[in-house]
């Protein structure tokens, strides 16, 4: 790039931002513009583009953009709407049952047709995963039996047990429908350097791709299957997007502000105020999910005492943090869930800053220390604990810091791992190694709890012991389990305020904020907008001349 200024001083550059002619010249611009590339910068690259395991930001960013599912979720109402499906499914009384219809003259990139057999073998492999391919099964879906080919417009999926999350687990971008060809891939072929040949049905095509540095999408002229409902129908605007990847932050912020770059993902808080005065739009939007915090690994020996996970909760000034590294568009949490998020319950007062009363609990449970400073230890051992960085989420670095400090003020010893995502993830899954998660996952479903939480799947507390397949507390399991097993959306709700109960009474996690991701774009970028996990959505994006 050639961009070798930190981005303070890029920032600083008056010939940034268009002039005031040329920025009411974009503004009076209304009517979409079909043609050119946007160039669109990310801070990582994707690592695979099988949907079930595409939750990753930069996985998401390209595989929401080139393969279709079955509805559409809205991703400030999260209703559902018909997509590739003619309409909302049939389901079954005890949500065991789902049948769909599809619409006809749907095809893939490669040609191929869109069918009801193509669409079962989609969620057989989605539902059960392939072991012998290295593909696991989606974490959105749950005791998935079979798919059954009723006639060639309708399938009928099978559910061993309630699954009333189904449907909008088909509307994710996890459950972007693929090919025939590319449904026989194994995990390899999902990978880096083989984007090219994987087929979907969605608005683009991977044209190029550079291992590492850039993927091209570009238009399918003979797209026509966007959701019914949407005023745009036919080709997208834009010709392409070229997703470009540069891990420095100042770089990517170099390329937006001198006009080399239409847009970046991940603006750090503190450069926001500077992009708006210089005519960038920031677009924040919610993940709709469980909110970024700290998750306490209760089945580790020094986090097994209530008053120890209560101590290091009360220590944590929430508030501080929040005001010293963050914006408006992070707002405080005040629930397990963002505010936004289905099931959504308020514990406001639940983790409020009491210093003195995480003294006196750490205290009673027998750890002490000389005087007012130092680390706390019980029978020689130090009160000393691990916690990841969070790489994908923002600030996480940061945050940790401020943790380690208010710890510190009560005796409590907090080393910070480091390390790149590879490290990350390898250690997080060590209880000697971390202690304390750092995390958020997005899903606008009632099921996002068991997502994170469920030995089942990212088993974020690491409930579930391995070795010996017993769990630390079987009631958390049970209580996550009726959330994805209930009928109805008034018994799951209850399921999900009572497992949440339990988290919280529990002192199982300390919430930050609610995490949105924040994308910011040059004046003329139009008609951008996420789906309901915040992944970007280009299909109605267009450049203004």
Not at 79 to 93: M, R
Not at 131 to 137: A, E, G, N
Request: charge should be negative; include cysteine; hydrophobic fraction near 35%.
């Amino acid at each position: 790039m050639g961009l070798g200024l930190g981005a303070s001083s890029l920032l600083a550059l008056s010939a940034c931002s268009p002039d005031a002619g040329e920025a009411d010249a974009v503004a009076e611009t209304t009517t979409p513009r079909r043609g050119g590339v946007l160039i669109y910068f990310e801070p990582q690259t994707f690592t695979t583009l099988f949907p079930p395991q595409a939750g990753f930001y930069a996985n998401g960013g390209i595989v929401n953009n080139i393969a279709d599912r079955l509805l559409y979720q809205d991703p400030e109402t999260l209703e559902l709407h018909p997509w590739i499906a003619s309409e909302l499914p049939e389901v079954n009384d005890d949500a065991t049952e789902f049948t769909f219809r599809l619409r006809p003259g749907v095809t893939y990139s490669d040609g191929s047709a869109l069918t009801a057999a193509n669409v079962v073998k989609n969620f057989d492999l989605y539902g059960l995963g392939d072991k012998s391919r290295q593909l696991p099964k989606s974490e959105q879906i749950s005791n998935y039996e079979r798919g059954e080919v009723l006639n060639e417009s309708t399938v009928r999926f099978h559910f061993a047990a309630p699954s009333p999350g189904f449907a909008q687990a088909v509307s994710t971008m996890n459950a972007g429908l693929l090919s025939d060809a590319s449904l026989d891939f194994d995990s390899t072929g999902f990978g880096p350097g083989q984007a090219r040949a994987l087929s979907a049905s969605g608005p683009f095509v991977v044209d190029a791709e550079e291992i590492g540095t850039r993927v091209a999408l570009r238009v399918r002229e003979d797209y026509d299957w966007a959701p019914p409902h949407f005023e745009h129908q036919g080709r997208a605007h834009l010709d392409g997007i070229d997703y470009v990847v540069n891990s420095e932050y100042s770089v990517r912020i170099g390329a937006l502000v001198s006009g080399q770059a239409d847009g970046v993902r991940e603006i750090e808080a503190p450069d926001e105020p500077r992009l708006r005065e210089r005519g960038v739009q920031l677009h924040a939007a919610g993940t709709n999910g469980v909110d970024n915090g700290l998750n306490l690994r209760f089945r580790h020996e020094l986090l097994r005492d209530v008053r120890v996970r209560r101590a290091i909760i009360s220590a944590v000034d929430r508030e501080s943090i929040m005001r010293k590294l963050f914006t408006e568009n992070y707002p405080l949490a005040t629930g397990v869930l963002a505010e936004t998020a289905a099931g959504y319950k308020d514990y406001a007062g639940a983790w409020a800053h009491d210093p003195e009363a995480s003294n006196r609990l750490l205290d009673e449970a027998g750890w002490t220390r000389e005087g007012d400073a130092g680390v706390r230890s019980r029978d020689g051992r130090r009160l000393s604990l691990r916690v990841n960085t969070a790489i994908p989420q923002p600030r996480s670095r940061e945050v940790m810091s401020l943790v380690q400090q208010d710890l510190l003020r009560v005796g409590v010893d907090l080393q910070i791992n480091e390390g790149d995502y590879a490290t990350q993830n390898l250690d997080s899954a060590d209880l000697d190694k971390i202690q304390l998660y750092h995390s958020m996952v997005g899903r606008a479903d009632y099921d996002v709890l068991k997502s994170q939480y469920s030995g089942e799947n990212r088993d974020t507390l690491l409930n579930l012991d391995e070795e010996s397949g017993e769990y630390g507390d079987p009631e958390l399991e049970e209580l996550l389990g009726r959330i994805s097993s209930e009928p109805t959306a008034d018994l799951r709700e209850a399921a999900s305020w009572a497992a949440q109960d339990h988290l919280v009474e529990n002192a199982y996690l300390l919430p930050f904020f609610e995490e949105p991701q924040v994308f910011a774009f040059r004046e003329r970028v139009r008609g951008f907008r996420t789906e309901a996990v915040a992944r970007p959505q280009f299909y109605d994006t267009w450049l203004a001349e």
